[in-house]
């Protein structure tokens, strides 16, 4: 799509504009003028013979399908809805530097057309780039500006600019207080009556995060079920695409007004393209609470699809942890080979990255956690020395990245397994050792948080 062409207010006079209106509409000089005016008086008007009056003007405009400030500027709506299209390209951009370049863009024309609502969505756009960038300064300094232009905007839109700034406030580490402003925003747009589906949508998907990061898994299903429930669309870059070829030839028959529709609807679509990330992550978390309630097939479901989408955007940390959660559903549902196939990614992974610092867990917990696995599909197996080398070696992974809880878990588990295989003596060994390790993450956690 080509970038529009600017207008400069007045350029011709209103007349030249009204001519070529007119003639682009295949009007008449009597056609425009009847029922009120003469074809005369229209001519004088062309000519620069006449000035009309305002009851004039917007008589013309609205026999030309435009406003009276169009007309009048030489504005043409239809350079709005390109800025609109332009945008849509953004969401559905493949690079961060493709995505900003157009989001500045259709932020500047737009600041010139006084596009308010328009140059604020370039601005968060902005923002969004920045954050994927880890330019936590200058997406806060975008989302300033949206709030600033949507300030007496319709409630759904200003609901916009505050997840713009609970992105900015999740990424400082805050998720309690992006989890506060997603939730008055929510609750304004439902007090206020504009509940909007498609802010609401990124309302709920960001709510999910938040409830995640806070350990709230029962919230975070509840708002990532909300968020996958209005993300209708089974393919919408598909979509978008389709959107925005009816969107630019309706623009090319001179049809504006259906352009614009046409040009919302493409937006809708792909704003679920550019939250794709977060949409995987409400599967996640909707599948981690599908499991805990039982439906382990819903799980499998809705995991399977998470990792699919994280592994398609090119995250592959998270896809490495979801391959080992659906592994766990693999195994419960009696499915082992699918479960190792799943593992084996995860562990050779993690042993090609660079190892993290071990408070930061990262890859080496997700490793540890395959391992345990492991070590549980070798048990069923019957395969006893297997077994334990995994489990061992989820208990050393644990430790290593200061993980207690699951420390503790392992080690029992192991324990009880070396008990049922006839070794109590070996069993008690490793509890007491076990214990001990745990015991020591605990006292350096307290000084941790101590000298912190």
Do not use: K, N
């Not at 406003?67 to 690079?95: E, H, I, N």
């Not at 259709?106 to 969004?128: I, N, S, T, Y």
């Not at 867990?361 to 997700?366: E, H, I, K, N």
């Not at 008690?428 to 076990?434: E, K, N, S, T, V």
Request: glycine content about 8%.
């Amino acid at each position: 799509m080509t970038r529009p062409e600017r207008v400069v207010a007045g350029a011709g006079g209103l007349g030249v504009r009204l001519q070529r209106l007119r003639a682009a509409r295949g009007l008449t000089q009597r056609a425009l003028a009847e029922p009120r005016y003469t074809a005369a008086y229209v001519s004088a008007v062309e000519g620069g013979r006449r000035v009309p009056s305002a009851d004039a003007v917007a008589h013309f405009a609205e026999r030309l399908g435009v406003t009276s400030a169009d007309l009048t500027t030489g504005r043409s709506p239809a350079d709005v809805v390109r800025l609109r299209l332009r945008l849509v390209g953004a969401d559905l951009a493949g690079s961060t530097d493709e995505a900003s370049a157009v989001c500045r863009e259709v932020a500047e024309a737009a600041a010139e057309l006084d596009e308010r609502v328009l140059e604020a969505r370039a601005r968060l756009g902005l923002a969004g780039v920045a954050l994927r960038r880890d330019d936590p300064d200058v997406a806060s300094a975008e989302v300033d500006r949206a709030e600033a232009l949507l300030a007496g905007a319709p409630g759904h839109v200003r609901a916009e600019a505050a997840a713009g700034r609970a992105a900015v406030v999740y990424h400082a580490g805050d998720p309690r207080y992006a989890r506060y402003l997603l939730t008055e925003a929510r609750d304004a747009l439902a007090r206020d009556g504009y509940p909007d589906p498609s802010t609401l949508l990124i309302l709920h998907a960001e709510l999910a995060l938040c409830h995640v990061a806070l350990g709230e898994e029962e919230a975070a299903a509840e708002a990532a079920g909300q968020s996958l429930a209005l993300a209708v669309l089974a393919a919408p870059a598909r979509v978008a695409d389709l959107h925005l070829t009816v969107a630019g030839s309706l623009l090319a028959s001179g049809r504006t007004a259906e352009a614009a529709v046409a040009a919302e609807q493409a937006r809708q679509a792909a704003r679920q393209v550019a939250m794709r990330v977060q949409l995987a992550c409400c599967h996640r978390a909707r599948g981690q609470g599908r499991r805990a309630a039982g439906d382990l097939a819903g799980a499998l479901a809705d995991l399977a699809t998470a990792h699919a989408a994280l592994a398609d955007a090119g995250q592959p940390t998270p896809a490495r942890e979801i391959g080992v959660e659906l592994a766990e559903v693999y195994h419960a549902l009696g499915q082992p080979e699918r479960a190792e196939a799943l593992l084996c990614d995860a562990a050779d992974s993690h042993r090609a990255v660079p190892a993290r610092p071990p408070a930061l867990g990262g890859d080496a917990v997700v490793a540890a956690r395959a391992d345990r696995v492991r070590g549980l599909l070798r048990a069923d197996a019957d395969d006893r020395p297997g077994a334990e080398r995994h489990l061992r070696a989820a208990a050393e992974g644990y430790r290593a990245a200061g993980r207690r809880r699951e420390l503790a878990a392992v080690v029992l588990l192991l324990a009880d397994r070396l008990d049922q295989w006839g070794r109590p003596g070996d069993a008690l060994d490793l509890l007491r050792d076990g214990l001990h390790q745990v015991e020591r993450l605990g006292e350096r956690v307290a000084v941790l948080r101590a000298t912190g």
